[in-house]
C-alpha cells in the first residue's frame, strides 16, 4: 500500500525535473539575448542613433515582461533591468537631455546586463583605474585651504561610481554599499571641507579602501585586449565612459546579433 503513492512521487519529480530544467534553460537563453541586445542599445546611442536604440529598448522591454523569472532572477536584479531600460526608453526621445547623459543610460545598462549573465571579468572592473584615479588628486586638494576645485574632481567621481552602481547592486554586498553610501554622504556635506586635514584624509581614505576592495574582487583576465574609452568633458568634469566591450565578447555576441537582425522591431 506504501509503494503506490511513492511512486506517484517518484513520477512526479520524472516529470517535473525535465519541465524546469528547459525552464532554465530558456530563462538562460533570454537573459543572454537580452545582454546582447543591451550591447546593440550602447552602440548605436554612441552612434547618435537615438530612434533605432529606443526600438531595441522597446524590444528588451516586451521580452523581459513576456519572462517569467521567478526562480532565476533575483528581485533586485529584476529592479535594476527594469529600471534600466525604463530610463533609456524615456532619455533617449528627451531633446533637452544631451548626448553624454543618453550615453550614460546606455552604458550603465550595459554594465549590468553583463554583471548579471556574466560570472567573471565584469565590465564594471575596467572603471577601476579612473574610480580609484580620482583619490591622490583629492587628497591633495583637501589639503589645501586654498584649493577651490575639490568638489569639481569629487563630481567626476560620483558620476563614474552612479554610472557602476546598479551593477555593483549584483555584485557586492549590500553592507559594503551602505558603508560607502555612508562615506560619500558625510563628504559630500558642506561641512566636510570645515573639518581640520586629518579629519577629511581619514575619511577619504576610509572610502578609498573600501572602494579598492569592491574592486579587488573582481575577477579580470589579463590576456584581453584594453577596453577602448569616449572622454567626454562638460566644463571641467571629464566622463568616462565605455565605447567598446572586451573584444572577445564583443565578436561572439556580434555573430549572434547578426543571425538575429531580422526579428528586430523596424522602427
Known amino acids: 500500500m506504501k ?4 511512486a506517484i512521487i517518484l513520477l512526479f519529480f520524472l516529470v517535473l525535473q525535465p519541465s524546469v530544467a528547459k525552464g532554465e534553460e530558456t530563462a538562460a537563453s533570454v537573459l543572454q539575448e537580452l545582454t546582447e541586445l543591451s550591447d546593440s542599445i550602447f552602440q548605436l546611442t554612441r ?3 537615438y530612434d533605432e536604440a529606443l526600438q531595441v529598448a522597446l524590444y528588451v522591454e516586451k521580452t523581459f515582461k513576456a519572462e517569467n523569472w521567478r526562480g532565476t532572477l533575483t528581485n533586485t536584479q529584476i529592479r535594476q533591468i527594469t529600471v534600466g531600460y525604463q530610463d533609456i526608453i524615456k ?4 531633446e533637452e537631455l544631451n548626448e553624454r ?7 550603465q545598462f550595459r554594465m549590468l546586463l553583463d554583471a548579471i549573465q556574466s560570472d567573471s571579468e565584469p565590465l564594471w572592473g575596467s572603471l577601476e583605474k579612473p574610480v580609484m584615479g580620482s583619490f591622490p588628486t583629492l587628497k591633495k586638494e583637501v589639503k589645501d585651504p586654498e584649493s577651490t576645485t575639490f568638489y569639481e574632481t569629487w563630481n567626476e567621481l560620483v558620476s563614474l561610481y552612479d554610472m557602476i552602481y546598479p551593477s555593483l547592486t549584483i ?8 558603508t560607502i553610501k555612508q562615506h560619500m554622504e558625510v563628504i559630500e556635506q558642506g561641512e566636510f571641507l570645515k573639518a581640520s586635514s586629518g579629519t577629511k584624509l581619514e575619511r577619504l581614505t576610509k572610502l578609498e579602501e573600501d572602494l579598492s576592495s569592491v574592486f579587488a574582487h573582481v575577477d579580470q583576465d589579463e590576456a584581453d585586449p584594453s577596453l577602448l574609452w569616449v ?7 571629464i566622463l ?28
Open 3 to 6: 509503494r503506490k503513492p511513492i
Open 47 to 49: 552612434q547618435a542613433k
Open 91 to 94: 532619455g533617449l526621445p528627451q
Open 101 to 107: 547623459e543618453k550615453l550614460r543610460y546606455a552604458s
Open 171 to 178: 555584485d557586492v554586498s549590500p553592507e559594503k554599499l551602505q
Open 231 to 237: 572622454i567626454l568633458t562638460t566644463g571641467s568634469i
Open 240 to 267: 568616462l565612459t565605455l565605447t567598446y566591450v572586451g573584444f572577445r565578447k564583443y565578436r561572439a555576441e556580434k555573430e549572434k546579433k547578426q543571425k538575429r537582425q531580422a526579428d528586430y522591431p523596424k522602427s
